[in-house]
């Protein structure tokens, strides 16, 4: 697959035999799970605060996931509102550790900014954040956050 990748890889992990559906195939959860997992952390990053799920838009599954893939879940902040953050995220498999790499499903994650209350709270702007936070990327139709 020539496709190039959108974002930043946030993590990586080796699907395991315990990970199977009865087909042999991963569990389509368990790569959701994954999903969840590097875009709390785009997101928490962005919005340097605590981040819950609220949804996730537009998930479907392109190729299934295998025992001994390496799967890499690569994030972009796609859009930042008062208390909520939009991630794009992709999800890629190295077949065999080295051999063929492959799209095997995308989506857009939803969350919002809480404080310890669990209460939405505000995003902070692009200016009061850390290098290392993400920012969204500069389109045609908008203007790039940094």
């Not at 699907?15 to 042999?24: C, K, Q």
Request: aromatic fraction near 6%; include cysteine; charge should be negative.
């Amino acid at each position: 697959m020539s496709q190039e990748t959108r974002g930043r890889i946030t993590t990586r992990t080796m699907a395991m035999p315990g990970d199977t559906n009865p087909s042999g195939d991963i569990f389509g959860g368990w790569v959701l799970s994954q999903m969840d997992i590097a875009a709390g952390i785009c997101a928490g990053q962005r919005a340097q605060s605590r981040v819950v799920t609220v949804a996730v838009d537009g998930m479907s599954f392109i190729q299934p996931v295998k025992v001994g893939d390496i799967l890499g879940i690569y994030t972009e902040v796609d859009r930042v509102g008062r208390t909520s953050i939009d991630v794009h995220i992709e999800a890629w498999v190295r077949r065999g550790r080295i051999g063929l790499r492959e799209k095997v499903t995308e989506a857009t994650f939803k969350f919002v900014s809480v404080d310890d209350d669990g209460k939405p709270t505000p995003v902070p702007a692009v200016e009061d954040l850390p290098e290392y936070a993400p920012r969204i990327k500069k389109t045609a139709n908008d203007e790039a956050e940094d």
